[in-house]
């Protein structure tokens, strides 16, 4: 679930990055980006980015390396991941 949460944030990120370029502000018209510089949606695009890059590879580094065998409800022996 978090790696997902990851790559929308990675994603949402980068589109907010897209939204620094002028002709994209001219294209949206969306008064609260004429109103705050680009520097300020730069920051918070890098935050989302690095966010999600967070989670993604944090995801990925809590994979158990032994899982276990059950028979029934008892474990009987374990199994390389």
Known sequence: MKKVLGYVLSLL?????????????????????QQTGSFQITLVALVLIIAGIFLVVNETKNTPKEVPIYQGKEVVGYRRH
Do not use: Y
Request: aromatic fraction near 4%; avoid cysteine; hydrophobic fraction near 50%.
């Open 13 to 33: 990120g980068i589109l907010t990055l897209t939204l620094t370029i002028d002709k994209v502000r001219e294209i949206t018209k969306i008064t609260f980006l």
